[in-house]
């Protein structure tokens, strides 16, 4: 199985997309750390993991433009319900701030996720179109 598949398969299963605090996020919350490892290492984004009595919780977040990078590219593959989280996700509009006269802003950097990059179209087939 390819990387981008294995990817999907863990976002529709354990991940929580959203827009808490009016900022888009994805979280993927787990036990098995060398899920978190792979799961942090295509995400480009450290593990957090927090004590319990029984087994750690390992976290991974990705917050803001990245997570609605990453919630496009994932959104043929997934089910009806994780969609229509996505679509709630893609709503949202950034809070404005006022600026001042002659204000310009800095050119966003942009995101680069290999494991997004290497997608061959022809061996995916979107969910629900088989």
């Known amino acids: 199985m390819d990387n981008f598949s294995w990817l999907v398969g863990i976002l ?3 991940a929580y ?3 808490p605090d009016n900022r888009p996020q994805i979280v993927v919350s787990m ?7 792979r799961v942090s290492e295509y995400l480009q984004k450290d593990i957090l993991t927090h004590a319990t009595k029984g087994q750690d919780q390992h976290r991974v977040k990705i ?3 990245k997570a609605l990078y990453v919630a496009e590219k994932v959104e ?7 969609k229509e989280q996505i679509a709630k ?6 809070k404005t701030k006022y600026k001042t006269e002659g204000y310009i802003p800095k050119p966003k950097k942009p995101i680069d996720l290999p494991v997004f990059s ?9 969910y ?3």
Request: charged content about 30%.
């Open 118 to 126: 290497n997608i061959k179209s022809d061996v995916l087939t979107p």
């Open 12 to 14: 529709e299963g354990e």
């Open 89 to 94: 996700m893609k709503s949202w509009t950034p």
């Open 17 to 19: 997309f959203g827009c």
């Open 128 to 130: 629900n179109t088989v």
């Open 76 to 82: 043929p593959f997934m089910s009806k319900r994780r």
């Open 31 to 37: 036990t098995d750390r060398d899920v978190m490892e």
């Open 63 to 65: 917050t803001g433009r």
